[in-house]
């Protein structure tokens, strides 16, 4: 077709990424996690360093280093580094140092200043603490800021209080080297350094994003391609008014991307030039306008993506509300993590963990999309054990022959997640479910939840301890919790017993969230209580819906359980004092699963009737 002279008919091509398909082969591409892993507490914060350690921290101030071994890891040592949260962590750009941050109080520092705060500093190859450096205030953001090879070991933190940024010689004796007062004009939060030009990266909390070199005088490196901020989009957030919540280098150095509220946020930046490349909605108006376009990218029910919005609505206010005050604290919206070729970012939002390639600007994949979880922080391994060598993008993109030799990998996206205590792995291997060690339990139980799970002993009381609910579809064995819930375990055995739910139809259904029966009439508005009346909830705190299996009432608010109860397939952490546990499955979980897939209508009812034949109480 002829074409104009000037060439301003010629269409536009469409940009593509040469080798994409090998990158997207050296990332996790298993739809759900493969093995999760404990602490005792909240886990808030993952790192992955180039020494192939992985080292996880919780909000009650433990810090546990993992090995990675060809496939999965292996555990190697634990440590209490404080008495509240760790409120940061770093590890250096060679893998070799690792620094955390917590507001730990006691004693006088050199200057004869209170303590506040102190850092902690461990060598991650020989996972040893090296150095405590006691602080005269809150610490709030840090980084290793020396390149590879440098005899110096610099770290730098910002605090709550100031606008200041403090250098110090990470094996020194807590004198700072350097004191940056004039850098910013707020607290900073964020900081991040790039290796390759030697340039750090900070950010305050009115949203100033700052270049400078970790040395004298601290300025604007000659290496970027702009001489005054007003030539890029640094002001993007200023401008906005909106608050940047993490900061993310790309592995090469050329890029970095930003998560940001209100309106949840990425964009992603050019480093030497400032300019925004690329911008992604993921606000809760541009997700519900998705959701019900049906482009969400997720086979969400209502009720599901419902509870996700009520999840993400608390998360956001509370992070941001966190950063603004300046409290202390360890609530955020998660991070973004690049591969290592810098053309993918990773970003966990409501609907799972979305792999963008920023070069055709497309949603690549998401992970984790039919988990109930709200995965935040992120930390991509890409490597393998140094024994086995391995083969980077570079090279396996390369004409060359011998470089291009596939070797064998095992990528692993390491996530934190809201209010679990668990890190989760995402890997290429799909998680087998069934057999039932996808979460690990590799924590001692406490006192409550031994007492939970110990055999009942030979005096039992006159309630029963244990039930079978025999169904048209097969058998449901449950343990029931007596001693922590008398009233609610007496309701149940009393109401079986009568026989009163002999008969009675699994009402509504809901896969990946719970079974629901013990309703006479069957449609969810019926049923009573041993005693012709509602009673009052019983909540234990050993009893959470934190899995599933988990046995627990049916109400309509607090303090009106009758005869309904539900059985989870999935956990169910909202849920925890709103309604009360009394009971775990321990077997038949099979049919639990098959009632929870069975078609139904559009009020979640079974389009085929499911029964309670009778439920048996054994002492």
Known sequence: MPMPADGSGAVKKRKTLKHEKLYLDHLPSADRYWKSFMHRDTVTQVAVTKTNFVITSSIDGHLKFWKKQEVGIEFVKHYRTHLGPVLALS???????LACLGGDVGG????????KGSAKVFDVENFDMINIIKLPYVPRACAWVHQRGDGRTLLAISDFDSAAIRIYDGRGDGTPLHTLDKLHRASVH????????????????????EYWEPSEPFEKPESVDWSSKSETDLYEFKKTKSTPMSLTLSPGGESFAILSLPDLRLTTFNFLTGKRHRQYDESLTATQEMQQAGTAGGDLDSMEFGRRLAVERELERLALDAVKAGTPGVVGIGTAVWDEGGKFVLYPTLLGIKVVNTVTNKV???????????????????????KKGF?????????????AEKDARDPTLFCTAWKRPRFYMFTRSHADEKSGDRDVFNERPTKEEAAVAAPAASNIGPLGRRAVIHTTKGDIALDLFPDQVPKTVENFVGLARKNYYDDVIFHRVIPKFMIQTGDPLGDGTGGESLWGKNFEDEFHPSLKHDRPYTLSMANAGPGTNGSQFFITTAPTGWLDNKHSVFGRATSGYEVIHEIENARRDKGDKPYDDIRIVSIDIES
């Open 190 to 209: 964020l900081i991040a350094y790039n290796e390759r030009f030697d340039t750090v990266v900070s950010i305050d909390v009115g949203g100033m994003v």
């Open 391 to 403: 083969t980077t993008i570079a090279m396996a993109t390369s004409e060359n022959p011998l470089l």
């Open 91 to 97: 590890a250096s750009e060679d893998g070799k140092n």
């Open 108 to 115: 006088n520092v050199a200057s004869g200043e209170p303590v």
């Open 364 to 386: 690549a994949r998401m992970l984790g999309k039919d988990e109930t979880i709200r995965f935040l922080n992120l930390a991509l391994y890409q490597g393998m054990p140094i």
